[in-house]
Nanobody, 117 residues
Framework: QVQLVQSGGGLVQPGGSLRLSCAAS????????MGWYRQAPGKQREWVTT?????????ADSVKGRFTISRDNANAKNTVYLQMNSLKPEDTAVYYC?????????WGQGIQVTVSL
């Protein structure tokens, strides 16, 4: 059974920073990619960023230059991070991590990020 556990959300002022973590455990086998999505109130879930098995990264235009995805797969840790800088109120959302392997995709439980004065 695969489990993703997220941490690091919270309340931050505009211009501030937060770092999200997502630790994957269980029978994941080979990971194709790890990524982050978000869902703001009243909106559909949207893709934010992905890091592939080879280390390539892609970002949504709305976060490019402000967010950075990274991963730690050493010693079977299978952890993905999202460093969020220069946060804006429109970044407020529930953030979800996703892990993709040859068989299925797995989602974290979601974590709230609120950007407000």
């Amino acid at each position: 059974q695969v489990q993703l556990v997220q941490s690091g959300g919270g309340l931050v002022q505009p211009g501030g920073s937060l770092r999200l973590s997502c630790a994957a455990s269980g029978s994941i086998a080979v990971i194709y990619s790890m990524g982050w999505y978000r869902q703001a109130p009243g909106k559909q879930r949207e893709w934010v960023t992905t890091i592939t098995r080879g280390g390539s990264t892609n970002y949504a235009d709305s976060v490019k230059g402000r967010f950075t995805i990274s991963r730690d797969n050493a010693n079977a840790k299978n952890t993905v991070y999202l460093q969020m800088n220069s946060l804006k109120p429109e970044d407020t959302a529930v953030y979800y991590c996703k892990v993709q392997n040859p068989i299925a995709e797995y989602w974290g439980q979601g974590i709230q990020v609120t950007v407000s004065l």
